[in-house]
């Protein structure tokens, strides 16, 4: 229902108004993102141990929501750290306005990743 009422409630703004829908979407801030990116740990203890350190670190210094791992909050991006569910793996996700920043943000959360334990970026 909410794709469909999306769609007729977009198609009515561009209908009635005097802007195309690309220049809808050019208007729209650009953001930079990493995919998916999993790191690998030797046992699951280990990859608990690594975020739970993560956790404290994070929160101790950041601005941070600490549901299923922790997200950390910048004015212009975020970080997500996250313990796999099902194999001795952490997850990372990070996305940025900038290109720059998306690279420190990266940096910041592997750095210190690699400070509580050994991980391993999967190929």
Same mark, same amino acid.
């Given at each position: ?32 993102? &990493? ?5 690998? &740990?030797?046992?699951?203890?280990e990859k608990f141990k690594i975020v739970n350190q993560a956790v404290d670190f994070f929160t101790a ?8 791992? /922790?997200?950390?909050?910048?004015? =212009? ?11 001795? /793996?952490? /997850? /990372? ?29 999967? =190929?």
């Open positions: 229902d909410d794709a469909i009422y999306a769609a007729a409630r977009l198609i009515r703004i561009i209908a009635n108004g005097t802007k195309s829908i690309l220049d809808y979407t050019n208007e729209l801030t650009h953001y930079y993102s &990493t995919p998916e990116t999993r790191l690998e &740990t030797e046992s699951d203890e210094n950041y601005n941070c929501i600490t549901i299923d791992g /922790v997200r950390l909050q910048f004015d =212009d991006g975020w970080g997500l750290i996250r313990a796999s569910n099902t194999q001795p /793996v952490i /997850v /990372v996700r990070m996305e940025a306005r900038t290109e720059k920043r998306l690279n420190e943000i990266k940096d910041l959360i592997i750095n210190k990743l690699n400070e509580f334990g050994k991980i391993k970026v999967e =190929d």
